[in-house]
């Protein structure tokens, strides 16, 4: 699971044993001649508790980057002595691990790849989403889209800063890059930048209440051409975590997205009988 390298999209989804959520995704090369993104959507039981593990991951220079992020990144934080009684901090320490695993296991010269990781935990009654680079993680609390990330630009002014504190320097080439070459200021990857573009995460925490409904993980394929709002009012209607994703995927290729597009949807439950919240809603 992981690669969607067909030009029809791959999606599937599925159901927390614990009843608390449900997943979907969906993933598609779209009108790129080649497919860098990769996705993860796993549960997994860690000491006896149930633990959901989202990730979206789009490479550039090629899928190696992304490709190794995904294989290794959760599977690093689970084995983390503090994922439970101190989760940012597992998460920035294995983001930063995870990185240090990436360039010593990248042996090629030929091309600079790197990888963006927009990713969410759910732990218990918490929901942290950890972000590099600019996929970006999106929320729908109280019928609003929130947004628990934010897309790591060269041109942002904090970015910029340490970027050029640390000897670097953005210029616009087409849009702004970092050293004339890339669009993202934070990735894991990209050796030759590594001074300037780092791996350390932006990392926002939630609590899984009543209020809150579906969270949205996806590339930029499709936030080029959808607003926040606009991806969770499609969403809102669509119980089914799957056909949302797929939805999702369909507006951005509709509106002539011209990257990969990678959607994943996890959709909140109620306790009580399982359903969908808007079921629920209907039925008072």
Request: hydrophobic share 35%; glycine share 10%.
């Amino acid at each position: 699971m992981g690669l969607a390298g067909e030009r029809s999209p791959a999606s599937g989804g599925g159901f927390s044993e614990n009843g608390k959520f449900s997943y979907g995704y969906a993933s598609s090369r779209g009108k790129r001649s080649s497919m860098e993104d990769f996705y993860e959507t796993r549960v997994d039981g860690v000491d006896g508790e149930t633990v959901g593990l989202f990730g979206v991951f789009d490479g550039h220079g090629g899928a190696r980057a992304a490709e190794f992020v995904k294989q290794n990144l959760f599977t690093n934080l689970i084995r983390h002595p503090k994922f439970f009684s101190d989760t940012k901090s597992a998460i920035a320490e294995t983001y930063t691990h995870t990185d240090s695993e990436l360039l010593k296991a990248d042996t090629s010269h030929h091309r600079d790849a790197g990888s963006t990781a927009s990713t969410a935990i759910l732990v218990g009654d918490r929901l942290v989403v950890a972000n590099v680079g600019d996929s970006r993680a999106v929320i729908c609390r109280g019928g609003d889209a929130i947004a628990v990330s934010r897309d790591h630009k060269p041109d942002q002014t904090d970015e910029r800063q340490r970027i050029e504190e640390a000897g670097g320097f953005v210029m616009w080439a087409g849009t702004w890059r970092v050293g004339g070459i890339l669009a993202v200021s934070r990735a894991f990857g990209d050796k030759l930048l590594k001074q300037y573009v780092v791996a350390d995460p932006e990392i926002k925490e939630e609590v899984v209440d009543s209020s809150l409904e579906f969270l949205i993980l996806a590339s930029d394929g499709l936030w080029d051409v959808v607003t926040n709002e606009e991806a969770v009012a499609l969403v809102k209607p669509i119980l089914d975590s799957e056909q949302a994703a797929k939805q999702l995927l369909a507006e951005a290729s509709q509106r002539g997205s011209s990257d990969n597009i990678t959607c994943v949807v996890v959709r909140f439950l109620e306790q009580s009988n399982g359903m969908g919240r808007a079921t629920n809603d209907q039925a008072s």
